[in-house]
């Protein structure tokens, strides 16, 4: 596609239940990162996948968060049990080189209630 | 320590003057990359401008550029004749080394731009 798509845009879900979050990077791109921005926050960086490499797991704040890529393009971020301070927007990008900028989508906002 | 600070929360300018948004970091790498995006309200991440730690010149891109002193560890945007338009939030960001990997970003600043 054109640029980086992410869906649903909007996603409410009561305390204690599970949400995946879809992110369909740039064709050709072989870098896919989640981030999380919490209201008036930086970015927090969640995972980084590239290519056929192991994914750098290690920004994920706990093992309700796990995320997969399937055939080195879309990737899906799993939220098991939400709680409320997992609210946030969610942001996925993707690059085509280790020094190429980050192409953004345009984010899931989480509001678990 | 933090890889990226911004110790600006907020910055006022008047339209069509200049502004700089401070920017330092922390890396013992000597490769790395630093990158500034642009927020608006609407939440999509604009990039603007990358800055290579071997690049001898200050990197430009029409009315940013960006004023990199390596020994200072700095890397302040410059905005030149700001607009309206400008009014964002405005992240700095880091990748370290020369091989894959993520952007580390600082906490940013709002920008707001009056007529």
């Known amino acids: 596609g054109a640029g980086v798509s992410q869906s649903p845009s909007n996603k409410v879900t009561e305390k204690g239940k599970d949400v995946e979050l879809r992110c369909d990077p740039i064709?050709?791109?072989?870098?896919l990162y989640w981030y999380r921005q919490s209201l008036g926050q930086g970015l927090e960086f969640l995972i980084y996948?590239?290519?056929?490499?192991?994914?750098?797991k290690s920004g994920l704040p706990s093992d309700r968060f796990s995320a997969e890529r399937t055939g080195g393009s879309v990737s899906t971020l799993t939220i098991q049990r939400t709680q409320q301070e997992d609210s946030a927007v969610y942001l996925c990008?993707?690059?085509?080189?280790?020094?190429?900028?980050?192409?953004f989508g345009s984010g899931t906002q989480l509001s678990v209630l | 320590a933090q890889k990226i600070t911004q110790t600006q929360p907020g910055m006022f300018v008047q339209e069509k003057e200049a502004v700089t948004l401070d920017c330092t970091y922390d890396?013992?790498?000597?490769?790395?990359?630093l990158f500034w995006y642009k927020q608006p309200s609407s939440g999509e991440m604009i990039f603007l401008i990358y800055?290579?730690?071997?690049?001898?010149q200050n990197a430009t891109e029409g009315r940013y550029s960006l004023n990199f002193q390596k020994a200072r560890k700095s890397a302040n945007l410059v905005i030149s004749a700001s607009q309206l338009g400008d009014s964002a939030m405005y992240f700095c960001?880091?990748?370290?080394?020369?091989?894959?990997?993520?952007?580390?970003f600082g906490k940013g600043t709002m920008l707001l731009v009056s007529p």
């Open positions: 960001a880091m990748r370290e080394g020369a091989g894959y990997s993520t952007l580390t």
């Open positions: 800055q290579g730690s071997y690049d001898q």
């Open positions: 990008a993707s690059s085509s080189d280790s020094y190429e900028k980050l192409f």
């Open positions: 890396t013992s790498d000597p490769s790395y990359g």
């Open positions: 996948f590239q290519g056929n490499s192991a994914p750098d």
């Open positions: 064709s050709g791109h072989t870098a």
